[in-house]
């Protein structure tokens, strides 16, 4: 048997070492070189777009994505949730899964529709008329004729609803029903219009906006009231009550991620928690061209910035978070034509071409087209690209 001295053993050591430091260095230097490249991945944007179309593959174009034909119509009507896209035509809703294979068919009578959709919901209604459907899947849940005339409609992502109804001998009313579309109670407003309304993800609270026009001046109010209280004792309902800003019109009301109530103004945005009152955003800025802004996302709002420069047009999404107030930037060449989001998507479309962004802002695919889109209806997970004829489905 043979005996390992000393200095074989001192030699296998370092040997050892010597393995270990050039693993180091081998894995050191990969890390290195992959902060860089993502540096210059975030900084640079004709490397980050040269990486995005032929490294992650996602540039894609209208003949590589499944497609459903249309009846040659302008009275179609396209919309996603969860996992569907519904054509409404004439009283019929028809849904097709993302293969483009038809999923269900539903009798509802609407002509002229007025939706919103929060998670695996479409709430849909017809325009100042009285039929509200609430629709969950491949069902109808609940169905009702209401007094007086839909005016507006929400519904949070447990399937809670509220209606703003005008036409009556009040300004507004507004109607709350539980998912299963049982009316909880119905606020009154004699005085002043509603003008959106919204339901808390823990459905304890509705919020709405309302502006009263007695007198020369136009004022906006935010009032939360809740939802227990207002069936048990109404007087002791009103949680708080926020007066808008004199040179603000309120557009739309959203609750977001955390409870956070979020209130669009025509030339401002404000987040509403506990009662209190900030402006987190402008849509309205001093040498800035601000074309447009939306806060229907699941914890941001965004507004798009064009700029001139020499004889192109550039055009930057800013999208702050509302609860971090961290900004992320998303800059493009062209004109955007039309806005469309949901949940943390966003939608850019430029006419032939589409930018499909995350509110992190980072490219998540890029649509290009033959023709002229119509219209863009989008999901937490896919695309409908909309055109006379057809429906180009994209995954996102």
Not at 22 to 41: K, L, M, P, Q
Not at 138 to 159: C, F, M
Not at 210 to 224: A, F, H, M, R, Y
Not at 369 to 391: G, L, M, P, R, W
């Amino acid at each position: 048997m043979k005996i390992i001295g000393i200095d074989d053993i001192e030699k296998k050591k370092k040997q050892l070492n010597q393995k270990k430091l050039i693993w180091t260095i081998i894995i050191s230097t990969i890390i290195i070189i992959g902060i860089v490249v993502f540096c210059i991945y975030l900084g640079n944007r004709p490397f980050r777009e040269f990486i995005d179309k032929y490294i992650f593959m996602k540039n894609i174009t209208e003949n590589n994505v499944t497609s459903i034909a249309l009846d040659d119509s302008e009275n179609n009507y396209i919309y996603s949730y969860d996992r569907y896209i519904s054509v409404l035509n004439q009283n019929t809703l028809v849904g097709y899964n993302t293969s483009g294979n038809k999923e269900y068919e539903l009798s509802v009578e609407i002509i002229n529709p007025i939706v919103d959709i929060n998670n695996r919901f479409l709430l849909i209604a017809e325009k100042e008329k009285q039929k509200i459907y609430l629709i969950s899947g491949k069902n109808i849940v609940w169905e009702k004729d209401l007094d007086g005339n839909i005016s507006r409609i929400s519904v949070n992502k447990n399937g809670y609803v509220s209606v703003i109804i005008s036409g009556t001998t009040y300004k507004s009313i507004i109607q709350t029903f539980d998912n299963t579309g049982k009316e909880m109670f119905k606020t009154y407003l004699s005085y002043s219009i509603a003008m959106d309304s919204d339901i808390s993800n823990d459905n304890k609270n509705l919020s709405f906006v309302e502006i009263s026009t007695n007198g020369t001046l136009v004022q906006s109010i935010i009032k939360t009231i809740s939802i227990q209280k207002a069936q048990d004792t109404p007087s002791e309902s009103t949680l708080y009550s926020i007066t808008s800003p004199s040179d603000c019109i309120p557009l739309n009301l959203k609750y977001q991620d955390g409870n956070r109530l979020i209130c669009m103004y025509d030339n401002c945005v404000y987040c509403i928690k506990d009662g209190n009152a900030e402006e987190i955003f402008k849509l309205k800025e001093d040498g800035k061209k601000i074309t447009y802004g939306s806060t229907e996302l699941s914890a941001s709002a965004f507004r798009v910035i064009e700029k001139n420069i020499l004889l192109s047009t550039e055009s930057t999404i800013e999208i702050l978070n509302t609860g971090s107030k961290n900004i992320n930037m998303y800059t493009l060449d062209g004109t955007i034509k039309e806005v469309y989001c949901y949940d943390n998507v966003i939608a850019l479309n430029l006419g032939t071409e589409v930018h499909f962004i995350g509110t992190n802002g980072w490219l998540i695919k890029k649509y290009t087209s033959s023709q002229e889109i119509k219209n863009i209806t989008i999901n937490s997970n896919f695309a409908a690209v909309v055109y006379k004829d057809k429906i180009e489905i994209i995954n996102l």
